[in-house]
């Protein structure tokens, strides 16, 4: 059974840090390319970060550029999200996906994770 688990959600203030963590099982953890998502109350789904599979090329939407770092652990076949100098409205769920490429529209991500909340106060 293919399983895409978040942790490392939390509360934290303005300025600080945290450390999400998608934890991958069943599947071939090499063979796909995994996705970060947010999505705020009220607000739609929005793209984050993407590491491919292949060779590790990194993608950042632009209101986290400089200040998130997706990386993989391909041994722990997890996917990690850092996030620096959190923002208010970096508040969101977060969730990680699986894909075959982070060209991918997210309709094409096949397995997503049940989030992880976000919420930096100010």
């Known amino acids: 059974e293919v399983q895409l688990v978040e942790s490392g959600g939390g509360l934290v203030q303005a300025g600080r840090s945290l450390r999400l963590s998608c934890a991958a099982s069943g599947f071939t953890f090499d063979d796909y390319t995994i996705g970060w998502f947010r999505q705020a109350p009220g607000k739609e789904r929005e793209g984050v970060s993407c590491i491919s599979a292949y060779d590790g090329t990194t993608y950042y939407a632009d209101s986290v550029k400089g200040r998130f770092t997706i990386s993989r652990d391909k041994a722990r076949n997890t996917v990690y999200l850092q996030m620096s100098s959190l923002k208010p409205e970096d508040t969101a769920v977060y969730y990680c996906?699986?894909?075959?490429?982070?060209?991918?529209?997210?309709?094409?991500?096949?397995?997503w994770g049940q989030g992880a909340q976000v919420t930096v106060s100010s």
């Open positions: 996906a699986r894909a075959g490429d982070c060209r991918a529209a997210p309709y094409e991500y096949d397995y």
